[in-house]
């Protein structure tokens, strides 16, 4: 067994960390007018496919299912964030 530092978990854990201040910088104010508020939840939102599409391939180990698994997971992600896009762009500022 061969050990590589960081690890692939390490690597997706501080990718995770990275995107969870990613989500934390758009949510505040700190943004100025430079990006209005719907954008800013539309680019939270889609970190959050993100991260949640991370936690399942690489600590769920859905990379290892068969592929008809890892494309009901994906489809399942792909429908709710969408139903997630259309409710924000529904009820606009």
Same mark, same amino acid.
């Given at each position: 067994?061969?050990? +590589?530092? /960081?690890?692939?978990? *390490?690597?997706?854990?501080?990718?995770?960390?990275?995107? *969870?201040?990613?989500? %934390?910088? %758009? +949510?505040?104010? *700190?943004?100025?007018?430079?990006?209005? @508020?719907?954008?800013?939840? &539309?680019?939270?939102?889609?970190?959050?496919? %993100? $991260?949640?599409?991370?936690?399942?391939?690489?600590?769920?180990?859905? $990379?290892?299912?068969?592929? /008809?698994? $890892?494309?009901? %997971? =994906?489809?399942? &992600?792909?429908?709710? @964030? *969408?139903?997630?896009?259309?409710?924000?762009?529904? @009820?606009? =500022?």
């Amino acid at each position: 067994m061969t050990y +590589s530092f /960081p690890s692939r978990e *390490t690597f997706v854990w501080l990718l995770l960390i990275m995107a *969870t201040l990613a989500t %934390f910088y %758009f +949510s505040g104010s *700190t943004l100025g007018s430079a990006i209005t @508020s719907s954008e800013s939840r &539309l680019i939270m939102i889609t970190i959050a496919a %993100f $991260k949640c599409r991370l936690v399942m391939r690489e600590f769920m180990q859905i $990379k290892n299912m068969a592929l /008809p698994w $890892k494309l009901a %997971f =994906d489809g399942w &992600l792909l429908l709710v @964030s *969408t139903i997630i896009f259309i409710g924000l762009g529904l @009820s606009q =500022d």
